[in-house]
T-cell receptor, first 111, second 115 residues
Framework: GDSVTQMEGPVTLSEEAFLTINCTYT??????LFWYVQYPGEGLQLLLK?????DKGSNKGFEATYRKETTSFHLEKGSVQVSDSAVYFC??????????FGTGTRLTVIP | ETGVTQSPTHLIKTRGQQVTLRCSSQ?????VSWYQQALGQGPQFIFQ???????GRGNFPPRFSGLQFPNYSSELNVNALELDDSALYLC??????????????FGSGTQLSVL
């Protein structure tokens, strides 16, 4: 079945450090891939998405490239800020009508 | 601000009771999905409604049921509550066809505790 495996957390970084959160997936067919972010006390928000192989999603300095050959969709940011502290979820969607989420990675950025 | 509001924000029930959770979506959002997020886990799909009809269901028993209303509000009902039902319940809505990649708008959730 469809599933997402996400890098275990928590992750603690200093401000301006480089961020990578790994995500790999298993899916039948050709999924669309997403990163969602959950800030403290708020609902999930779509951060970025990619709908086909080699697409790069980007938003707010975050990037992720859909790699079909490695079934991966790793999230990266060159210089994190304190305001990026949140829980990040990788997710996939096939032709079905629901998202499959990873377990989430909590990021804490310290000044 | 996602425009999706859920009520109540917190709820405590005892095992065996029934609970109704509510969600209000933006105007025009004719697709609504419900997810269960256990502590330390990612959200799991419960079911989806499109134009007031159930349009897909995850691996949840029939005691989880739902309704969607013409005014873009919806309900999640859980009967015969079990301790393992303790979780954050998220509502998500979108425009367009359910199978599309239209952006989902999530509410902040209802934290349900079953004692």
């Amino acid at each position: 079945g469809d599933s997402v495996t996400q890098m275990e957390g928590p992750v603690t970084l200093s401000e301006e450090a480089f961020l990578t959160i790994n995500c790999t997936y298993t899916a039948t067919g050709y999924p669309s891939l997403f990163w969602y972010v959950q800030y403290p006390g708020e609902g999930l928000q779509l951060l970025l998405k990619a709908t086909k192989a080699d697409d790069k999603g980007s938003n707010k300095g975050f990037e992720a490239t859909y790699r079909k050959e490695t079934t991966s969709f790793h999230l990266e940011k060159g210089s994190v800020q304190v305001s990026d502290s949140a829980v990040y979820f990788c997710a996939l969607k096939t032709g079905a009508n629901n998202l499959f989420f990873g377990t989430g990675t909590r990021l804490t950025v310290i000044p | 601000e996602t425009g999706v509001t859920q009520s109540p924000t917190h709820l405590i029930k005892t095992r065996g009771q029934q609970v109704t959770l509510r969600c209000s979506s933006q105007s025009g959002h004719n697709t609504v999905s419900w997810y269960q997020q256990a502590l330390g886990q990612g959200p799991q799909f419960i079911f989806q409604y499109y134009r007031e009809e159930e349009n897909g269901r995850g691996n949840f028993p029939p005691r989880f049921s739902g309704l969607q209303f013409p005014n873009y509000s919806s309900e999640l009902n859980v009967n015969a509550l079990e301790l393992d039902d303790s979780a954050l319940y998220l509502c998500a809505s979108s425009t367009g066809q359910p199978s599309s990649n239209e952006k989902l708008f999530f509410g902040s959730g209802t934290q349900l505790s079953v004692l």
